[in-house]
C-alpha cells in the first residue's frame, strides 16, 4: 500500500487488486454524446444529463469568466486580470477543500462521482459509444486557460468511459472536434451553416426538421458525423 499527500495535505491510500472482470451482455445499442456546459452531457436518444448544481454553478460563471477574457485585447492589463480571475475559478472547483463536514475536497469528490456513475451506466446499456474530440489547446491558444476549460470534467469522463470500454469489451470512438457536429441535419444531411452559441433549438430548412441543438450533434457524433 502506498499513502499518497497531496499538495492540500489530503492522504490517500492506493493498493492494486486482480479482479476477473465480469462480462457485459450484448446490447445491440450505441449512443453519441454531446458535452456541454449547462447540460454536461445530452445523448443521442434524447436524454440530457446535468452536472451535480454546485459544479454546474461554477462552470456557468468559468463560461462567463472565459467570454469576457477572450474580448480583452492580448497582453492588456484587463487581459491579465481576467486570467487570474479564471485561473483562481479554476482551482476553487478543482480543489475545494473542506466544506461542511468531514469529507475533504466535497466538489471533487462529487464530480468525481458523477461522472463514474455517468460512465458506468453508459457502458453498461451501449456496446458502442462515440464522443467527439476535445481538442481544447486548439480551441483556446492562452495555456492556463485551455487547461481551465479541458478541467470541466470532459477529459475526466472520456477517460473513464475509454477504460470501462477497455475492460468491459464495448466498443469506444472518437470523432473530430471540427466535424460539424451542430450545423449539419442529422435527418437529412443538409449543412445550415454556422450557429451562434445562444441558438439552441433550429428547423432545417432543406427537410424542415425541428432540432435541439445538442441533440442534433448529439445523434450527428454516434453517426460519425
Ligand atoms: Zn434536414
Not at 32 to 56: C, H, R, V, W
Not at 79 to 88: F, P, S, T, V
Not at 156 to 161: C, D, E, S, V, Y
Not at 174 to 203: A, D, H, M
Amino acid at each position: 500500500m502506498t499513502i499518497v499527500k497531496d499538495s492540500a495535505n489530503r492522504y490517500y491510500a492506493s493498493f492494486v487488486v486482480e479482479i476477473n472482470p465480469e462480462s457485459l451482455p450484448k446490447t445491440d445499442n450505441s449512443i453519441g454524446i454531446d458535452l456541454g456546459i449547462s447540460t454536461f452531457a445530452t445523448l443521442s436518444n434524447g436524454e440530457k444529463i446535468l452536472a451535480p448544481k454546485p459544479l454546474k454553478k461554477n462552470l456557468k460563471k468559468l463560461a462567463k469568466f472565459q467570454r469576457k477574457f477572450a474580448k480583452t485585447e492580448p497582453g492588456s492589463k484587463p487581459r491579465e486580470r481576467r486570467r487570474l480571475k479564471i485561473a483562481r475559478l479554476h482551482a476553487k472547483i478543482k480543489d475545494i477543500s473542506f466544506p461542511s463536514e468531514c469529507c475533504a475536497n466535497g466538489m471533487l469528490r462529487k464530480r468525481t462521482d458523477f461522472l463514474h456513475k455517468l460512465s458506468t451506466n453508459l457502458v453498461k446499456k451501449y456496446d458502442t459509444i462515440v464522443l467527439e474530440d476535445l481538442n481544447v489547446s486548439g480551441m483556446v491558444k492562452n495555456r492556463k486557460l485551455s487547461k481551465a476549460i479541458s478541467d470541466l470534467g470532459w477529459r475526466q469522463f472520456r477517460t473513464l468511459t475509454e477504460t470501462k470500454c477497455e475492460k468491459y469489451g464495448r466498443e469506444f470512438r472518437v470523432i473530430n472536434r471540427w466535424e460539424p457536429t451542430s450545423q449539419k441535419c442529422s435527418y437529412c444531411g443538409f449543412r445550415g451553416g454556422k450557429k451562434e452559441l445562444n441558438v439552441r433549438e433550429w428547423t432545417c430548412l432543406n427537410c424542415g426538421t425541428f432540432h435541439d441543438r445538442d441533440v442534433n450533434a448529439a445523434i450527428n457524433i454516434r453517426m460519425g458525423c
